[in-house]
């Protein structure tokens, strides 16, 4: 158990839907990465968060967005959902963000857009 | 950019028996991470094993053991005495001084055989 929680485990929804993806970062870590990870792009890195505020970006669709809230917790919101977003979308946090850190992945949550 | 090569799709190996995964990594920054996963067939992301650029000596963990190259720019995962729960997909991963977000290979399966 890397101390890293993402809600829900598993999500099924349709085509043009909204979802929201939670994850609660390790105790005392301050910084909450979200990945997706798909068989024809591999794992792709969305945005990271440090202490509230965005501090890197990736390659995250403009339907995609997510916050860190003053409690750490992240939320990545999915809109206008389209086929090709069913993913395994993780989680991970890390101390303060920087290189050289060990990022703990959550379980995952698995999106199925139908 | 940085980038990671994993050129071994996958792999059998007997238990009890030793197995090297390759990675090759390119970045031309000076301080690097390097990071291997592993991703069992239920999802999750484990974190196995960390060295960073200026570490002399190679990093162990139990069973795992990274060899680090500089020069070749390599950074190969070794198993030792593989076991029927070591079946799972590795990734090797990086970050660098100017890129805190992990960068991650294609993965290799292993299988281990009883």
């Known amino acids: 158990d890397s101390g890293v929680t993402q809600t829900p485990k598993h999500l099924i929804t349709a085509t043009g839907q909204r979802v929201t993806l939670r994850c609660s970062p390790r105790?005392?870590?301050?910084?909450v990465y979200w990945y997706q990870q798909s068989l024809d792009q591999g794992l792709q890195f969305l945005i990271q968060y440090y202490n509230g505020e965005e501090r890197a970006k990736g390659n995250i669709l403009e339907r995609f967005s997510a916050q860190q809230f003053p409690d750490l917790h992240s939320e990545l919101n999915l809109s206008s959902l389209e086929l090709g977003d069913s993913a395994l979308y993780f989680c991970?946090?890390?101390?303060?963000?920087?290189?050289?850190?060990?990022?703990?992945f959550g379980p995952g949550t698995r999106l199925l857009v139908l | 950019a940085q980038k990671i090569t994993q050129t071994q799709p996958g792999m059998f190996v007997q238990e009890k028996e030793a197995v090297t995964l390759d990675c090759t990594y390119d970045t031309s920054d000076q301080s690097y991470g390097l990071f291997w996963y592993k991703q069992p067939s239920s999802g999750e992301m484990i974190f196995l094993i960390y060295q960073g650029s200026y570490d002399e000596q190679n990093a162990t963990e139990g069973r795992y053991s990274l060899n680090f190259q500089k020069a070749r720019k390599s950074a190969n995962l070794v198993i030792s005495a593989s076991q029927l729960g070591d079946s799972a997909m590795y990734f090797c991963?990086?970050?660098?001084?100017?890129?805190?977000?992990?960068?991650f290979g294609a993965g290799t399966t292993v299988t281990v055989r009883a």
């Open positions: 105790s005392g870590d301050l910084s």
């Open positions: 991963a990086m970050t660098d001084q100017h890129d805190y977000k992990l960068s």
């Open positions: 991970a946090s890390s101390v303060e963000g920087g290189g050289g850190e060990t990022q703990y």
